[in-house]
């Protein structure tokens, strides 16, 4: 079996929410919009999820909304939130976000809306106060930062970008963020973060993929973006993906609950993974915050071996056995260099050699090992060659 150092991809399910799942779908429950006994068990079973998740995330059960992942709760945030607004308020954004952020930002400009993508400093991070400078300077409907950055594990300071935010004048802009790195693996207090909004993925936390979370605090006005069977306070209609939904609840709830102890242990792996590959890789960098630094996730080293091409780096340690990814596995297939990495400051070439290694819950000290000694195998042969 392969080392899978590529948790910010997508996580293998926890044996307890695939049980979760299978009971679930072995109960063959029905549609929860159907009034008859198994339609009635599965409402239950969608209400309950809908309970832990808000007791998990420290909210009220009506702020949150199922949906098919974090994709389409940015979406749903970001259109949402503008097409309820005036014409004239804009939204505000960073140069490093997800592409189902970005991609949201550059339909909305194409329509009209004004948008402006804050850049980020050489560790990959906006300042707080020229987020606020962006949100001052025409009306804003929203501010979307990430909470965790996919690629390099930077973390912008929320909470300073929501002070900045409180200081303008009224009506102020909502603040969403895109907060699927870093559930279960920092603390994660929404409103005391000033957020009105955030996105979660449940097959990042150890759940099923296909399941992701909006949450909207109330008095938040989003315009539906589908239209149908009135679902989900009819912000997100279609039949709900019962246990996907029950198993996503699960992993949430752990996720939580286990947060403090995972996220030691995996800042020791990841500081121990990062010493290893410094000691056996020469030149290798360091990309995103510091080590020591608090501004970063303690499960992601994005790091650049000077001469490499990240893609071509990471076919050959997957036939060596350890699965790594080069930038964002979603924009995987493209040729273009990571866009994260490019708005850091680094020349596409640069951007073409950086790779990400990812630990999570399954990540144990012999995978560390084991992925070093993969390495050091590489590099070795790569300099008798
Ligand atoms: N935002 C971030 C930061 C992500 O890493 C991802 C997954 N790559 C997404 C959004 C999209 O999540 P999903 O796969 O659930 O649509």
Do not use: Y
């Given at each position: 079996?392969?080392?899978?150092?590529?948790?910010?991809?997508t996580?293998?399910?926890?044996?307890?929410?695939?049980?979760?799942?299978?009971?679930?779908v072995?109960?063959?429950?029905?549609?929860?919009?159907?009034?008859?006994?198994?339609?009635?068990?599965?409402?239950?079973?969608?209400?309950?999820?809908?309970?832990?998740?808000?007791?998990?995330?420290?909210?009220?059960?009506?702020e949150?909304?199922?949906?098919?992942?974090?994709?389409?709760?940015?979406?749903?945030?970001?259109?949402g939130?503008?097409?309820?607004?005036?014409a004239?308020?804009?939204?505000?954004?960073?140069?490093?976000?997800?592409?189902?952020?970005?991609g949201?930002?550059?339909?909305?400009?194409?329509?009209?809306?004004?948008?402006?993508?804050v850049?980020?400093?050489?560790?990959?991070?906006?300042?707080?106060?020229?987020?606020?400078?962006?949100?001052?300077?025409?009306?804003?409907?929203?501010?979307?930062v990430?909470?965790?950055?996919?690629?390099?594990?930077?973390?912008?300071d929320?909470?300073?970008?929501?002070?900045?935010?409180?200081?303008?004048?009224?009506?102020r802009?909502?603040?969403?963020?895109?907060?699927?790195?870093?559930?279960?693996?920092l603390?994660?207090?929404?409103?005391?973060?000033?957020?009105?909004?955030?996105?979660?993925?449940?097959?990042?936390?150890?759940?099923?993929?296909?399941?992701?979370?909006l949450?909207?605090?109330?008095?938040?006005?989003?315009?539906?973006?589908?239209?149908?069977?009135?679902?989900?306070?009819?912000?997100?209609?279609?039949?709900?993906?019962?246990?996907?939904?029950?198993?996503?609840?699960?992993?949430?709830?752990?996720?939580v609950?286990?947060?403090?102890a995972l996220?030691?242990?995996?800042?020791?792996?990841?500081?121990?993974?990062?010493?290893?590959?410094?000691?056996?890789?020469?030149?290798?960098?360091?990309?995103?915050?510091?080590?020591e630094?608090s501004?970063?996730?303690p499960?992601?080293?994005?790091?650049?071996?000077?001469?490499?091409?990240?893609?071509?780096?990471?076919?050959?340690?997957?036939?060596?056995?350890?699965?790594v990814?080069?930038?964002?596995?979603?924009?995987?297939?493209?040729?273009?260099?990571?866009?994260?990495?490019?708005?850091?400051?680094?020349?596409?070439?640069?951007?073409?050699?950086?790779?990400?290694l990812?630990?999570?819950?399954?990540?144990?000290?012999?995978?560390?090992?084991?992925?070093?000694?993969?390495?050091?195998?590489?590099?070795?042969?790569?300099?008798?060659?």
């Amino acid at each position: 079996m392969s080392v899978h150092l590529d948790h910010n991809s997508t996580t293998p399910m926890r044996p307890e929410v695939r049980k979760r799942w299978l009971e679930v779908v072995d109960e063959k429950l029905g549609n929860p919009s159907s009034l008859h006994a198994s339609g009635r068990r599965a409402r239950a079973t969608v209400d309950d999820a809908r309970a832990c998740v808000a007791a998990a995330l420290g909210v009220h059960e009506e702020e949150i909304f199922f949906t098919s992942g974090a994709t389409e709760a940015n979406n749903l945030a970001l259109f949402g939130v503008l097409e309820a607004a005036a014409a004239e308020r804009g939204l505000v954004t960073t140069s490093v976000e997800h592409s189902s952020v970005l991609g949201p930002a550059k339909e909305l400009a194409q329509c009209g809306r004004r948008v402006t993508l804050v850049p980020v400093d050489k560790e990959g991070l906006p300042e707080p106060a020229a987020v606020g400078r962006a949100a001052a300077e025409s009306p804003v409907a929203l501010v979307s930062v990430t909470a965790a950055n996919n690629e390099t594990g930077a973390l912008p300071d929320l909470a300073a970008v929501a002070e900045a935010l409180a200081r303008l004048p009224r009506p102020r802009p909502r603040f969403h963020a895109d907060a699927v790195q870093a559930l279960g693996r920092l603390p994660l207090r929404l409103q005391e973060l000033g957020l009105d909004l955030a996105s979660f993925s449940a097959h990042k936390l150890g759940g099923p993929p296909g399941v992701g979370v909006l949450w909207r605090a109330r008095g938040v006005t989003l315009a539906p973006r589908f239209h149908g069977g009135g679902q989900e306070l009819d912000l997100r209609p279609g039949t709900e993906n019962v246990p996907g939904i029950a198993a996503a609840a699960l992993a949430i709830e752990l996720a939580v609950r286990e947060q403090p102890a995972l996220t030691q242990r995996l800042a020791r792996l990841t500081r121990g993974l990062w010493e290893g590959l410094s000691a056996s890789l020469p030149g290798v960098r360091l990309l995103g915050p510091p080590i020591e630094s608090s501004r970063r996730l303690p499960n992601t080293l994005c790091v650049r071996v000077p001469g490499t091409d990240g893609k071509v780096l990471v076919t050959r340690l997957d036939l060596a056995g350890l699965e790594v990814s080069a930038g964002s596995a979603c924009a995987s297939g493209a040729l273009e260099p990571s866009h994260v990495l490019l708005a850091m400051g680094l020349t596409r070439d640069e951007a073409r050699s950086g790779l990400r290694l990812s630990l999570g819950w399954s990540t144990t000290t012999e995978d560390c090992k084991r992925a070093l000694a993969v390495f050091h195998a590489e590099f070795s042969a790569s300099r008798a060659t």
